[in-house]
């Protein structure tokens, strides 16, 4: 597992060791309070009321005390160090710390604080404790689950390409196989003998030529070159340095095969493979707990978005079902992180099967390049013009921003067709999550061209911090509103 996996695990494991105390604290122990009978009344008509314990000072402030107490010593006994797939003793040690670490603090508020007996102040302690370490033991088991079925995001799994069939290649697949708590996958092999393509090494397909290059990270799933110095295949070296900047693809090299000459101004890390020593490079760089914290906001914002939205997941399907026949959702593959394949929601603004008739309309495409755009599109239905006008017919994607498809800010993820008549610079935008607002949806949308497009995104991708996404995430509202290029 490279350097950037762990430390976002590391952030996985302890925002969710945080929740689940905050469960434990505000759920389990005010429901075993009410059955030992020292609250009663704790669950009252109003939340507010004054005779909820939970909100009584005293309550309040052992809260913080409670939450990261736990979390401080498993950082005192590096209890996060050892992060993604876990043995069942590592699992019980870490869960076990922060079980430990709450008994303490729960004696001190059940015996000194509401005055218990000891052997109830003990049971009352025990239990919580109990209930938390199941909640952590679960939380432990599914994640390592998720990076071992591969079904984790992109920040926590790595498809790797390998570049050359000799022997260093053959050892690094065979410990990657090996060793799949590290969350790195095979994609394939490249090989510049044309007998060995459609062949296999280690259950791997060799999948074309190095020269080919760009065409099969477009047909397969990758997000990280791996080049582990065969000599024969030194010749590529540079050829594919110079690809992997201009697509944003990471890309990992031999220590021992590292030119001397080497010139790379990005962020470079050392990393291991079995016996073999790279160095990483990535050309597109965004720090681990700044990933982390755009994934909390997606969760959060989305989360936020769909309940308020309530009314609208009553009213749009029964007006689509009204003036229209056909299913109340388009699902649509679309193109995300690294050429990741995923299902795109949004209401159905179209006639159902609209895509058939694409090829009729092709001369009436407004937009330049791959991308299709028809002002006045005949094939939307009535209630779908004004979907699309008030861009209420993308309200179904948060969902996918709920998933991890997309995020909330970055670039518009494009259907396959779409990106596979991308220039190689424009495939840049490709190497972050993309998202359902952007540059481009907050500066006019289908009013601009599409280089000037592209262009918006890579300026996104190289200058991006939190606070950008914030700034074009709060001025996509009047944009919306004011229906600024929007059919």
Same mark, same amino acid.
């Given at each position: 597992?490279? #350097? ?9 494991? /302890? ?16 429901? !075993? ?5 020292? @609250?009663?009344?704790? !669950?009252?008509?109003? /939340? ?17 005390? !409670? ?10 006994? *590096?209890?996060? *160090? ?5 043995? &069942? ?7 076990? /710390? ?8 729960? @004696? ?18 025990? =239990?919580? $404790? ?28 790595r498809h790797i390409l390998i570049i050359g069939t000799g022997k260093n290649a053959i050892s690094a697949a065979e410990h990657i196989n090996t060793h799949p708590e590290y969350g790195l996958r095979i994609t394939g092999f490249l090989t510049d003998k044309d007998d060995e393509i459609g062949n296999s ?43 992997? $900047? ?29 016996? =073999? ?30 309940? =308020? ?19 109340? =959702? ?11 394949? @995923?299902?795109?929601? #949004? ?5 159902? &099967? ?10 009436? &495409? ?12 005949? *094939? ?10 008030? $861009? ?36 840049? *935008? ?8 952007? @540059? ?48």
């Amino acid at each position: 597992m490279f #350097k950037d996996q762990k430390q976002y695990l590391q952030l996985l494991h /302890i925002t969710s060791d945080l929740i689940c105390l905050f469960i434990v604290y505000w759920l389990i122990i005010p429901f !075993f309070l009410k059955i030992a009978g020292l @609250f009663p009344t704790f !669950f009252p008509k109003t /939340i507010f009321s004054e005779n909820n314990f939970c909100l009584h000072g005293w309550y309040l402030k052992l809260f913080p005390v !409670f939450i990261f107490t736990p979390a401080l010593f498993m950082l005192v006994f *590096r209890g996060y *160090r050892k992060t993604g797939v876990q043995k &069942n003793k590592t699992i019980l040690y870490q869960t076990g /710390i922060i079980c430990l670490a709450c008994i303490p603090v729960l @004696f001190f508020l059940f015996y000194f604080t509401l005055h218990c007996s000891f052997i109830k102040s003990l049971a009352l302690t025990s =239990l919580p $404790s109990f209930f938390l370490w199941i909640i952590l033991v679960l939380n432990r088991l599914y994640i390592s689950f998720s990076i071992k079925k591969g079904c984790a995001n992109a920040n926590i799994i790595r498809h790797i390409l390998i570049i050359g069939t000799g022997k260093n290649a053959i050892s690094a697949a065979e410990h990657i196989n090996t060793h799949p708590e590290y969350g790195l996958r095979i994609t394939g092999f490249l090989t510049d003998k044309d007998d060995e393509i459609g062949n296999s090494i280690t259950n791997k397909k060799i999948l074309g030529k190095v020269l080919e290059i760009t065409k099969i990270i477009h047909d397969h799933y990758t997000d990280c070159i791996l080049f582990p110095g065969d000599d024969e295949y030194s010749k590529y070296y540079k050829f594919l340095v110079n690809i992997c $900047s201009i697509v944003g693809l990471d890309f990992a090299v031999a220590e021992s095969k590292l030119p001397l000459d080497v010139a790379v101004n990005n962020y470079v890390s050392s990393e291991s493979i079995g016996n =073999l020593q790279l160095k990483l490079f990535k050309f597109v760089y965004r720090h681990p707990g700044l990933s982390f914290l755009k994934r909390i906001f997606d969760f959060i914002i989305s989360c936020v978005l769909i309940c =308020l939205c309530m009314p609208f997941w009553i009213v749009i399907p029964i007006a689509i079902k009204l003036t229209s026949p056909g299913p109340v =959702l388009f699902r649509q593959m679309r193109v995300g992180k690294y050429g990741k394949k @995923f299902t795109l929601y #949004k209401f159905r603004s179209m006639i159902d &099967n609209a895509e058939k008739f694409q090829e009729k309309l092709l001369s009436l &495409n407004e937009m330049d390049g791959p991308a299709f755009k028809i002002q006045n599109d005949p *094939r939307q239905t009535i209630t779908g013009k004004i979907l699309r006008k008030t $861009s209420l017919d993308e309200l179904p994607q948060l969902w996918n921003v709920l998933k991890g498809d997309i995020s909330m800010v970055g670039p518009r993820p494009a259907i396959d067709k779409e990106v596979s008549q991308y220039r190689p610079w424009e495939r840049k *935008r490709l190497s972050v999550i993309q998202g359902i607002t952007c @540059f481009w949806q907050v500066s006019g949308r289908n009013t601009i061209k599409f280089d000037e497009w592209m262009k918006l995104d890579l300026m996104y991708i190289d200058t991006w911090d939190i606070a950008l996404d914030f700034k074009i995430f709060f001025k996509t509202i009047p944009a919306v509103l004011l229906k600024k290029g929007a059919y």
